[in-house]
């Protein structure tokens, strides 16, 4: 299972790798607001987290998909 993984991570360019890992990041800091809402209501509401995950991942992948379109057009021209 890790040769597949590292066989993975080898075959992506750099930029790739660097949205990878900021999708990542990002990820945990969803899971940080997550669980502030959770300490702070001092229950855990499912329709919140749930509306919460939608619009902060929807978000997200549009702004990944949008920088890898960038990412591809200005980095084949040159």
Do not use: C, P
């Amino acid at each position: 299972m890790f040769s597949e993984i590292n066989y993975l991570y080898t075959s992506l360019m750099d930029w790739q790798k660097a949205l990878m890992f900021s999708f990542v990041s990002y990820a945990v800091v969803l899971f940080g607001i997550i669980v502030a809402i959770t300490f702070i209501l001092k229950d855990f509401k499912f329709l919140l987290v749930f509306g919460i995950t939608f619009v902060y991942m929807g978000g997200l992948i549009v702004t990944i998909l949008v920088a890898t379109k960038i990412f591809k057009k200005r980095l084949i021209e040159r």
